[in-house]
């Protein structure tokens, strides 16, 4: 019997930058229900793919969507939450040229917040990493190009994810000193499962903030019973 091929899904970057290209049409008046999204998948090589958006919500300035992320096959804890991003306008007083406007991008609720060195993001930002946010103001500025919106003079997107704070508990997000919430995650935009590159990444960050805190040792467990050993030692 053939082994089933195990079906791929989107990373929470991915989806964030959706969300906001969604919420950015729908600013530039050109509200859809789904968007197109180029990912920097097999090694630079940009591979579309679509998805829905969900939640649309317009009003006070504010324009956000969700999308829901599809963690395909692999056993994610954020498989099937929503990730949201809300855009708004920068209150300046004249208009950039082109896509030159500037373009901040926030964590809302339930996108925790880095408080130890050694992580991708700063300490004090939002657990956001720099291909996410690559993502995220490359969507808004191909939103307000698709849309032909004039005066633009800048960008407010804020990414939220609203049941983040729990589902972070799952995670080992407290040990690396994100608090709050999740990490916006994603280097291709593409979730592989069971993924040794993902279980490498994972052990990467735990070392390299071990090692700006000033750890001497470190311990490498194969699960709870071998780090309570560990600890004993």
Do not use: Q
Request: proline content about 4%.
């Amino acid at each position: 019997m053939a082994k089933k091929r195990l079906r791929h899904g989107y990373s929470t970057g991915a989806c964030a930058a959706a969300a906001a290209k969604g919420a950015t049409l729908a600013l530039c008046g050109s509200p859809v229900d789904e968007v197109s999204l180029n990912l920097p998948w097999k090694r630079g090589d940009a591979t579309s793919r679509t998805f829905k958006l969900v939640d649309k919500l317009y009003e006070g300035g504010l324009f956000s969507c969700g999308v829901i992320k599809d963690g395909g096959d692999d056993p994610d804890v954020t498989n099937g939450m929503e990730i949201r991003a809300t855009v708004s306008l920068l209150n300046k007083s004249e208009p950039a040229a082109h896509d030159s406007f500037p373009v901040v991008i926030e964590g809302g609720e339930g996108v925790g917040r880095v408080t130890r060195k050694g992580l991708a993001a700063e300490v004090g930002s939002p657990a956001i990493n720099p291909v996410p946010l690559e993502m995220i103001e490359e969507s808004v500025r191909e939103a307000v190009r698709l849309s032909k919106a004039g005066g633009v003079a800048g960008l407010r997107v804020v990414i939220s994810a609203p049941e983040g704070a729990e589902r972070a508990k799952k995670t080992l997000n407290h040990r690396l000193g994100i608090v709050g919430g999740l990490s916006i995650l994603g280097t291709t935009g593409i979730v592989i499962p069971m993924s040794a590159a993902a279980w490498e990444a994972t052990i990467d960050s735990c070392l390299d903030v071990a090692k700006a805190a000033g750890a001497k040792r470190m311990l490498l467990a194969f699960g709870r019973t071998s780090e309570r050993a560990g600890h004993s030692l």
